[in-house]
Nanobody
Framework: QVQLVESGGGLVQAGGSLRLSCAAS??????????MGWFRQAPGKEREFVAR????????YYAESVQGRTTITRDNSKNTVGLQMDSLKPEDTAVYYC????????????????WGQGTQVTVSS
């Protein structure tokens, strides 16, 4: 199993940057055995995919809405995954969740097995 704890959320002005972090503690398979992802959920909306990174960190995939403004990274030696968000927009306001999955993992929340509690990101206009 994997326990995930997000940090780094906060209030930022439009055009600003924010870096989210997710610390993982794994019992059983090591952290490097999991595909990691970030999702977000705005009030009144469904949870949506933001980014995903492969087990090795070589392959990444982004939602079109954040492509070019967001970078997902991971450090398997530290069991952490990060999400650097630049040029933030008010529509990026949401609770951001870190997630871990095994096997074939696509950009769907149902593909991920473990979730953090989320961290709030608020972008003011």
């Amino acid at each position: 199993q994997v326990q995930l704890v997000e940090s780094g959320g906060g209030l930022v002005q439009a055009g600003g940057s924010l870096r989210l972090s997710c610390a993982a503690s794994a019992s059983g398979p090591s952290f490097s055995s999991y595909v990691m992802g970030w999702f977000r959920q705005a009030p009144g909306k469904e949870r949506e995919f933001v980014a995903r990174i492969s087990m090795s960190g070589v392959s990444t995939y982004y939602a079109e809405s954040v492509q070019g403004r967001t970078t997902i990274t991971r450090d398997n030696s530290k069991n952490t995954v990060g999400l650097q968000m630049d040029s933030l927009k008010p529509e990026d306001t949401a609770v951001y969740y870190c997630a871990a999955g095994t096997g074939w993992v696509g950009p769907h929340s149902s593909d991920f097995d473990y979730w953090g509690q989320g961290t709030q990101v608020t972008v003011s206009s």
